[in-house]
Structures are given as C-alpha cells and as structure tokens.
C-alpha cells in the first residue's frame, strides 16, 4: 500500500488547477443510461472512483472510450444488455446506487446491490428507493439486492424528502425525466452538482425547472439525445487547495476557482483571518503574519458550509488562536480525523456529533493513518505546516477523491512525496 510522505517546508506559493467535480462526475456518468445516443463529459478527473463507475457502466453493457489521459469520456449505451448492479462493483463506492434510476427509466426494471455501510456513517438509501416508488416503481430487496419494475414505465409523481439528500435528488431526476408526465421534488438538495446534473440533462433534451432551488420540476419526455457537457469544477478540491496557504502561509491561485460554489466555506476563512479574493484565473488565497483566529463552524447541506470540508477545516483550526466548535450534523461518525490529528500535537475534544479544538502553537509530524477520503487530505494539510515529517498511510482513500495530489501541492513549494510499496 501506498504512503505519502509529508515534511514542513514553510510558506506554499504559485498556482493550483482545479479538475472537474468528483461528486458532479458519479451522478453525470449514468445519464449516458437514458440515451441511446453517446454523452460525452469533458473537463473529467482522473481518480479511481470515475474508475469504478466506469466499470460498473460497462458490467450493464455501456461503451466508454477515455481520451486525453481520462479528461474526456465518451460513453454510448445504445445497447444495455444486463440489468444488474454487481455488490462486487457497488460494495466499493455508494455512488453505484446512481444506476438505479435511469435503468428504471429507460429499461423499466433493475436489479442493484445495496451498497453496504461506510466508514462516516451507517448511510442508508430508503430515500432513494422511495422517491423510485413515488414515481410508480415497485421495489423488492431479496439477497441484498434491490429489485425494482415499473411495468409500462414510470409515471410522474411527487416525491417528498424527509431530510435533504443529495444522491436521492440526483437518482429522483435521473428516473422523472423520462417517467410520463410531471414529476415535483420537493426538499430538494441545492448543490452545484445537482445544478450540473441538469444542465447536462437539458442538454439531453429534459425538461425540467427549479434546479438549485428546494423545489425541481421535470416534465418527462419519451426520449433523450446525445450531448456533450463539461463537468462543473471541484468545489471540495478548490475549498482543500484553498486551505494549503491558508495553514502555510504565502499566495496560491486556484486555477478555475468560482466563489459561488464555495461562498460560506469563503466566510468563515475570512473570519479566520484568511484573504480570499478573486482574481484573473479564479480565487486567490493569501495569509502573511500572525496567526488564524478560532471560529465555528456547523455543516449543512447547500448553500451552507460542506461536510466534505469539514476535517480539512480541522487541520487548518488545530493551529488557530482560541477554541474552536466544529459541528457535524450530516454524517453522525466524521471525525475519524480528530485522534490521528492528535497523534501531531493538536488539542482536540470530541463529544458526538461536536468538537471542540483549541489550537496550539505548532503540530508535529508524526505516522498517521488514512481513514476516509476527506480525513486523509487533511493529514496531508497538517503535515504540511507540522515540525518534521508527518507519513500518511492508507492513501488509497485519497486516490478515490484527488488527483495528482503530490503534484499540485509540489508545484507551490511543498514537500511531499509518494512511496510505492508491493
Ligand atoms: C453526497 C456526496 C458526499 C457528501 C454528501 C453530503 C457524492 C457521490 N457524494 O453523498 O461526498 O459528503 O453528499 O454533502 O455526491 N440519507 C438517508 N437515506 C438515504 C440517503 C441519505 O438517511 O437514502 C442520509 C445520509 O445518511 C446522510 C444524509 O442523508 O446523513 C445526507 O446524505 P446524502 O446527501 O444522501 O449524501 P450522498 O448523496 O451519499
């Protein structure tokens, strides 16, 4: 397993690249399930998690050709010729149960392994499967799996969420486009990627209306065509790169940055001390004296700040000056991050779904491990401003989420390298 070794270099300075948008990708990709005609994404990143839907896609009969280095993908499901979602595919990324609704759509039956439990959370999907049966789909699960039909088509309904979810959103828009009739989400989730996922399906030929807003209304249409749709940029990427200066001090430009998909991530950087500005090829990002000032910070679904920057937000907190509270009300387990910080120095309580971090004046590297996506690359930002050499092990998580970490964060100053091992 892969390490990446991380030592305190001082100030990070230049530009950073931002790819296009994990999240936005998983929910694009299985549009190209709708169409008999080929979607085309560009501007797509290079991870193993595009990986793994790309594997899944073809497991159901989808044709995918990979250009420039996986930046451009060229899908065609004109012949889907197996209904099933494999638990061997689905057990290693939640974002397969993305499948079910244009299978449901386009095929009228599908048959998904439930993805399991994860690491932040028991993250069930019952909305997901309800919003299928608000739009006329029966649902059996047997051996694990979902079995779902909509005999004659789905028909178009109003599906209510409970709470905010963003993949039920996405799954309820990827089944209403092409159910008969007019389907009403209402609590819908508002994030740029469900704002992406219907420019994409517009360009498909969708109807549809109040995309980020809480209520989206789609018209279904008999039939969807081609397109090509570049993805939307990382806003987690953009928030994580934004926090490299902001602990390390010095300037970096996000290449592609946009403040409106990071606005209340952008507030709190800025009650932390942090200059945030727009500039001529995206955000950048500056901190020159004195120390970051403690603030709190509560996730929340879309407009308000990211469970996704939660534990980068962390590091950044471990060193600032005073207490701050950070509360995590969308996953009830996401601070795995918080002992191995520790493990570095950092002075960190955690009561549930709360915790509290009085910074200390400096963190010191230390072996640390990986647990999820996002806690690995917060690691990695500790480490960057910590005394000495912080190794990172597991970092298989982080290949699911970033790419080419090691480069981007080399080309501003920092030293940071990859160990290969059998
Ligand atoms: C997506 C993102 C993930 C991000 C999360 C919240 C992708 C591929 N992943 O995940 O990076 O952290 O949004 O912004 O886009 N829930 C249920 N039942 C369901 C579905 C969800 O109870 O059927 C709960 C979850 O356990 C969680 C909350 O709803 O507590 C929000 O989850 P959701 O928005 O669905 O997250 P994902 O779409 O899985």
Not at 16 to 44: D, F
Not at 210 to 216: A, K, L, M, Q
Not at 372 to 392: C, F, K, N, P, Q
Request: charged share 20%.
């Amino acid at each position: 397993m892969d390490r990446i070794v991380v030592t305190g270099n001082g100030q990070l300075n230049g530009q950073i690249p931002i790819a296009g948008a994990k999240n936005a990708c998983l929910t694009l990709m299985p549009a190209t399930l709708l169409s008999e005609e080929p979607l085309t994404l560009t501007n797509a990143p290079r991870l193993s998690d595009i990986a793994t839907m790309s594997a899944l896609l073809r497991s159901l009969g989808t044709e995918i050709t990979s250009m420039q280095g996986g930046k451009v993908l060229a899908m065609s499901s004109h012949g889907i010729d197996n209904h099933k979602a494999d638990y061997e595919i689905v057990r290693k990324m939640r974002a397969s149960i993305l499948v079910l609704g244009p299978m449901l759509a386009r095929e009228g039956h599908a048959v998904v392994s439930l993805p399991g439990g994860c690491a932040i959370g028991a993250r069930p999907v019952d909305l997901h499967l309800r919003a299928m049966e608000a739009l006329g789909a029966e649902m059996d699960l047997r051996d694990g799996y979902v079995h779902a039909t909509a005999k004659g088509g789905l028909k178009g309904g109003i599906v209510d969420f409970p709470i905010v979810s963003v993949g039920a959103t996405e799954n309820a828009l990827l089944a209403a486009v092409l159910a008969k009739g007019t389907s009403v989400i209402r609590n819908a989730a508002r994030e740029p990627e469900i704002v992406d996922l219907v420019h994409c399906l517009r360009r498909m030929g969708a109807q549809i209306e109040g995309e980020g807003t809480s209520e989206i209304t789609i018209q279904g249409v008999d039939r969807l065509g081609g397109a090509t749709h570049p993805v939307v940029a990382d806003r987690i990427e953009l928030g994580t790169y934004m926090l490299a200066p902001a602990i390390c001090g010095g300037e970096v430009e996000l290449l592609g940055g946009r403040m409106d998909l990071v606005g209340a991530f952008c507030e709190k950087l800025d009650a932390a001390g942090i200059t945030v500005r727009e500039s001529e090829n995206g955000i950048t990002v500056s901190r020159h004296n004195g120390r970051t000032q403690a603030v709190d910070v509560t996730t929340e679904p879309f407009p308000g700040f990211p469970t996704d920057l939660q534990a980068q937000m962390m590091a950044l907190l471990c060193t600032a000056e005073g207490t701050s509270v950070l509360e995590e009300k969308i996953f009830e387990n996401r601070f795995m991050h918080a002992p191995e910080l520790q493990r570095m120095g950092a002075s960190i309580d955690v009561h549930g779904g709360t915790a509290r971090v009085t910074g200390v004046e400096k963190l010191k590297g230390a072996p640390v491990m990986a647990t999820d996506l996002r806690a690995s690359v917060s690691l990695i930002l500790a480490g960057l401003a910590a005394e000495g050499e912080t190794i990172v092990n597991r970092v298989y998580h982080l290949d699911r989420g970033y790419e080419h970490v090691e480069d981007k964060l080399s080309a501003v100053g920092a030293k940071i390298e990859r160990i290969h091992e059998a």
